[in-house]
Structure formats: C-alpha cells, structure tokens
C-alpha cells in the first residue's frame, strides 16, 4: 500500500482520486495497519482501523458500517493507484437513475484477447438486463464450437474492476450472510453475495492500462511505475 509510485504512496494517489468524484461526500479509509494509518493521517484521511480477521476489503467496510454515514458506499481498493474519479462517479449516476435502486453496483470492460486465460483477471457473465450471472478466474463463458482465439468475437465476455458499491442495507447484512464456498473456491468476496441472492447491477466503462490496472504483483508495480506519467 505504501510503495513509491511517482513520488507518491500508491494508496496516496487511490485516497486523492477517489476524492475527485463530484458525488463523493466523503473518502474514509478502513485497515487494521497502524502504520498505513499513520501515513494516511498525514495526508489528512479519515482513518477507521478494523479487525485483521477481515477477509476481503467488503467484509472489512461492514464492519464498521455504523461509523460510516452515508445511504452508498463505494469499496475502492487500495491497491488501484490510477482509479478513475469517471468511474467512480459513473457508479454514483447508476445509483440514482435504475429503478429499483441496484443493491450493489460494478463496473465492466470488454476483455481484451491477453487477459482471457490470466487469472488474476477476473471474468464477469452479465444477464440482459446489466446483472452479474457469475464472477470467475476462469475464462468464462465457454464458447463451444470456437477456437480459443475467436472466443471474443461473441462479445459475451467481460473484465471485472474490482470496485463496488453497496446500498447502506446491504454492508449492514453482511454479517448474517452464509458462507460462500464459491467465495472459497474463487477468492472473490462478491460471490457471497450472489449466493445469497443479492444482485449485482453492472455497468460498462471505456478500459484503459491505468483504469484497469490492480497492483497484485512485483511485475505489476513495475507496470503502475511505467504508467505513472502517462
């Protein structure tokens, strides 16, 4: 969280852009790092430590829900230095113009050709009416028939942002919601939430290198380094 990028901590630079968004009230950020919380105070963030039992960035927000004063709450990872105040503020506008309001919202991007296989990539299958069907590492859906290289000519698969946003209920629920073993499976905390039968709205945005960009990796913060001005 706190690596160089720039001059800069990448969590500095998530915490700065996420403030961008003319529809963000407030940035607030939840760890259970004593001093990734002393860092941030410096930078004049609102810190609210959490328990180190939390299991993903989600679960870790719902834990201190009632300390956080807001109807939507947006999860941006720390670890997306070049997040889009655009999107963020894209998410904002979904939130207001569906009927009903969506219980939890994220974005999506056409999946170009050298991310179908890698699974640090995450997948997303998305019903006709904008929701989430599954979420996966795999590449999904299989498209029988079809070699490999002309899968994405179907335009049926998408990229997942790791980026939601959750009506005020549904963070203050996630406690009672039963474990997910394809969360296990998976290791992605929003499939708790479709096995308990909580929708997920989608919606695209344009991807680009930076948007898309989660530092999960060493080669990844050299990539973040790389794009840092451009």
């Given at each position: 969280?706190?690596?160089?990028?720039?001059?800069?901590?990448?969590?500095?630079?998530?915490?700065?852009?996420?403030?961008?968004?003319?529809?963000?009230?407030?940035?607030?950020?939840?760890?259970?790092?004593?001093?990734?919380?002393?860092?941030?105070?410096?930078?004049?963030?609102?810190?609210?430590?959490?328990?180190?039992?939390?299991?993903?960035?989600?679960?870790?927000?719902?834990?201190?829900?009632?300390?956080?004063?807001?109807?939507?709450?947006?999860?941006?990872?720390?670890?997306?230095?070049?997040?889009?105040?655009?999107?963020?503020?894209?998410?904002?506008?979904?939130?207001?113009?569906?009927?009903?309001?969506?219980?939890?919202?994220?974005?999506?991007?056409?999946?170009?050709?050298?991310?179908?296989?890698?699974?640090?990539?995450?997948?997303?299958?998305?019903?006709?009416?904008?929701?989430?069907?599954?979420?996966?590492?795999?590449?999904?859906?299989?498209?029988?028939?079809?070699?490999?290289?002309e899968w994405l000519a179907s335009r049926v698969h998408w990229g997942h942002v790791g980026m939601y946003g959750y009506r005020r209920d549904?963070?203050?629920?996630?406690?009672?919601?039963?474990?997910?073993?394809?969360?296990?499976?998976?290791?992605?905390?929003?499939?708790?939430?479709?096995?308990?039968?909580?929708?997920?709205?989608t919606y695209e945005i344009v991807a680009q290198p930076r948007n898309t960009l989660s530092v999960?990796?060493?080669?990844?913060?050299?990539?973040?380094?790389?794009?840092?001005?451009?």
């Amino acid at each position: 969280m706190l690596a160089d990028i720039g001059g800069k901590a990448m969590l500095q630079r998530v915490i700065e852009e996420s403030a961008k968004a003319p529809s963000v009230s407030q940035v607030v950020l939840c760890t259970d790092s004593d001093e990734v919380a002393s860092h941030a105070r410096t930078w004049g963030t609102r810190v609210i430590m959490t328990s180190p039992q939390c299991s993903s960035g989600s679960e870790r927000i719902a834990s201190v829900i009632e300390h956080i004063d807001a109807d939507v709450v947006i999860n941006v990872q720390g670890d997306q230095p070049f997040v889009d105040p655009a999107v963020i503020e894209s998410m904002c506008n979904v939130f207001r113009q569906r009927t009903p309001t969506p219980s939890v919202v994220t974005p999506v991007y056409p999946l170009p050709t050298e991310k179908i296989d890698n699974p640090d990539a995450v997948k997303v299958v998305v019903g006709a009416n904008h929701q989430a069907l599954y979420f996966s590492r795999a590449a999904v859906p299989f498209v029988r028939g079809k070699e490999r290289t002309e899968w994405l000519a179907s335009r049926v698969h998408w990229g997942h942002v790791g980026m939601y946003g959750y009506r005020r209920d549904v963070l203050q629920r996630w406690s009672s919601l039963n474990a997910s073993p394809l969360e296990e499976a998976e290791k992605l905390e929003q499939l708790r939430l479709l096995e308990n039968g909580i929708t997920i709205d989608t919606y695209e945005i344009v991807a680009q290198p930076r948007n898309t960009l989660s530092v999960d990796s060493p080669a990844d913060l050299e990539t973040a380094r790389r794009l840092v001005n451009q």
